[in-house]
């Protein structure tokens, strides 16, 4: 018995194990593609003898589910109570010997790259090995039961709602970032519950506004409402921002403090004074052909 408590080694378990296998049987809450264990996988699909993914959530990538889709040996568990969400492999060898992972880890990407993983590895030689193998493979058993195979309509209907819940999904795991075809590369930035404005209730975020005086002591709604005031006559004078003269334009793009008023309150080109070469520089020309 062994544990692995990073995703790295148990990474590497699997693609040991999937080469020296003469037999694989697993179930997994989820599964997607793009890391070596599932290439091996795929390369040695004929290994397979039983293997049980889910798709709760829609988590499982549309792409491991093509690439299994005509094998017999490949089922997808679509619906059952609660979330099915067993992640265990067992391994037959060619000498009679077996190994079986069983884990925190799902057969993804991200499990084998990026998340915090743990498993445990058993084997033949370990005390209470026959009943473990006995338990596992009728629970293996059971889960087959359950399962089937994707017909082609099914597939792309997984795909249209796939895509609908991925963004979601990532916002859910407080990840944000792009999308790169059909892999996500998150930004690295904060979770939700480390910004402390994120975790604020109205009441106190309202208070906090309201009673705001940077820059000198200025009241900060105070002034943000006299530019929303000032910039909604100027929105009430004319129908189009062109229409403005020049002065008025740099208004509404917070650009100028005139009478009292500091039209940046809500954001400013970071440099002063407000040159046509400055803008020229920073801005697309379509924009300083507006303003000039």
Same mark, same amino acid.
């Given at each position: 018995m062994d544990i692995l408590a990073d995703a790295r080694s148990i990474h590497k378990c699997l693609k040991t194990l999937i080469l020296r296998?003469? #037999?694989?049987?697993?179930?997994?809450?989820?599964?997607?593609?793009?890391?070596?264990?599932?290439?091996?996988?795929?390369?040695?699909?004929?290994?397979?003898?039983?293997?049980?993914?889910?798709?709760?959530?829609?988590? #499982?990538?549309?792409?491991?589910? &093509?690439?299994?889709?005509?094998?017999k040996t490949v089922?997808? $568990?679509?619906?059952?109570?609660? #979330?099915?969400?067993? &992640?265990?492999?067992?391994?037959? $060898?060619?000498?009679?010997?077996?190994?079986?992972?069983?884990?925190?880890?799902?057969? #993804?990407r991200a499990a084998m790259k990026n998340n915090q993983e743990i498993a445990v590895l058993i084997d033949s030689s370990d005390p209470g090995a026959d009943r473990f193998k006995k338990q596992v493979l009728t629970a293996l058993g059971d889960w087959w039961k359950q399962g089937r195979q994707f017909d082609l309509r099914e597939l792309n209907f997984y795909t249209s709602q796939w895509r609908l819940d991925r963004a979601r999904l990532k916002r859910a795991a407080d990840q944000f970032g792009k999308w790169s075809g059909s892999h996500f590369r998150s930004d690295g930035g904060a979770p939700a519950i480390d910004i402390p404005i994120a975790k604020m209730e109205w009441?106190?975020?309202?208070?906090?506004? &309201?009673?705001?005086?940077?820059?000198?002591? &200025?009241?900060? $709604?105070?002034?943000?409402?006299?530019?929303?005031?000032?910039?909604g006559k100027l929105f009430q004078k004319y129908d189009h921002f062109q229409d403005m003269q020049k002065d008025e334009r740099y208004k509404v793009a917070g650009l100028l403090v005139q009478a009292g008023i500091d039209y940046r309150w809500f954001g400013?080109?970071?440099f002063s004074p407000f040159s046509e070469t400055a803008l020229l520089a920073l801005w697309p020309k379509v924009i300083v052909e507006l303003i000039v």
């Open positions: 296998a003469s #037999t694989i049987d697993g179930a997994v809450a989820w599964a997607s593609t793009g890391f070596d264990a599932f290439d091996l996988l795929l390369k040695h699909k004929a290994k397979i003898r039983r293997l049980v993914v889910g798709l709760h959530f829609h988590q #499982t990538h549309p792409d491991f589910i &093509k690439a299994f889709r005509v094998d089922r997808f $568990l679509m619906s059952m109570d609660g #979330t099915f969400h067993p &992640k265990a492999y067992f391994f037959e $060898l060619p000498n009679g010997d077996w190994r079986c992972l069983v884990g925190s880890a799902n057969f #993804t009441t106190e975020f309202f208070h906090r506004v &309201k009673n705001e005086q940077p820059h000198g002591g &200025k009241n900060s $709604l105070d002034n943000r409402l006299s530019v929303i005031e000032e910039v400013s080109m970071p």
